[in-house]
Nanobody, 126 residues
Framework: QVQLVESGGGLVQAGGSLRLSCAASGRDFSNYVMGWFRQAPGKEREFAAV???????????YYADSVKGRFTISRDSAKNTVSLQMNSLKPEDTAVYYC????????????????WGQGTQVTVSS
């Protein structure tokens, strides 16, 4: 059974940091790209960041403009985990954050991701 399980969400003040983690299990994800999306109340799910599969020779990370320079995505293929380090958080970063796995890189399109986690809540207070 394929599972993506997110952790690390919580409440933080504006300007603070959080680190999200996603543990993947049920198959070998080394040939999958791993991404993070987020969904704020009343809004559509939006792309945040993606990291390519191991062995990609080019730029292996891609970010939405809204998080570029503040968020850093990384993966540990040996452990089947992907992390999202979030710095300089803003109230508008408040959302449920989802981990996803897909086969297309780079893509910000949610429909191109095959597996999804259940999400973890991030709340940034002003």
């Amino acid at each position: 059974q394929v599972q993506l399980v997110e952790s690390g969400g919580g409440l933080v003040q504006a300007g603070g940091s959080l680190r999200l983690s996603c543990a993947a299990s049920g198959r070998d994800f080394s040939n999958y790209v791993m991404g993070w999306f987020r969904q704020a109340p009343g809004k559509e799910r939006e792309f945040a960041a993606v990291v390519s599969w191991s062995g990609w020779s080019g730029n292996n990370t891609y970010y939405a403009d809204s998080v570029k320079g503040r968020f850093t995505i990384s993966r540990d293929s040996a452990k089947n985990t992907v992390s999202l380090q979030m710095n300089s958080l803003k109230p508008e970063d408040t959302a449920v954050y989802y981990c996803a796995a897909g086969r297309v890189y780079p893509t910000a399109a949610a429909f191109q991701y095959d597996y999804w986690g259940q999400g973890t809540q991030v709340t940034v207070s002003s």
